[in-house]
Nanobody, 118 residues
Framework: QVQLVESGGGLVQPGGSLRLSCVAS????????MGWYRQAPGSHRELVAS???????NYAGSVKGRFTISRDNVRNTVYLQMNSLKPEDTAVYYC????????????WGQGTQVTVSS
């Protein structure tokens, strides 16, 4: 049974930093695309960043240059380093492990709250 467990959320002042982690268990995830999504109240869930098995990254325009996604295939872990945080980054952040083969499938974490406020 696949399980994703997130950690690292919390309350931070504008301009501060947080590092989110997501650890997966129950399978091997080397070939998966790993990513982070977020959902603010009243908004749709949106992609924040993703990283392929080969290390190629993709970022939402609103976080480019401030956030960095990385992965550790040995530890089945994906990270999101968030710097220069803004109030508009406030949301519930979800990690996502996307399986491509043999059938596309998404695994999701339970979500972790990030609040940026003074």
């Amino acid at each position: 049974q696949v399980q994703l467990v997130e950690s690292g959320g919390g309350l931070v002042q504008p301009g501060g930093s947080l590092r989110l982690s997501c650890v997966a268990s129950g399978s091997s995830f080397r070939s998966y695309v790993m990513g982070w999504y977020r959902q603010a109240p009243g908004s749709h869930r949106e992609l924040v960043a993703s990283i392929t098995s080969g290390g190629s990254t993709n970022y939402a325009g609103s976080v480019k240059g401030r956030f960095t996604i990385s992965r550790d295939n040995v530890r089945n872990t994906v990270y999101l380093q968030m710097n220069s945080l803004k109030p508009e980054d406030t949301a519930v952040y979800y990690c996502n492990f996307h399986r491509l083969v043999p059938v596309e499938y998404d695994y999701w974490g339970q979500g972790t709250q990030v609040t940026v406020s003074s």
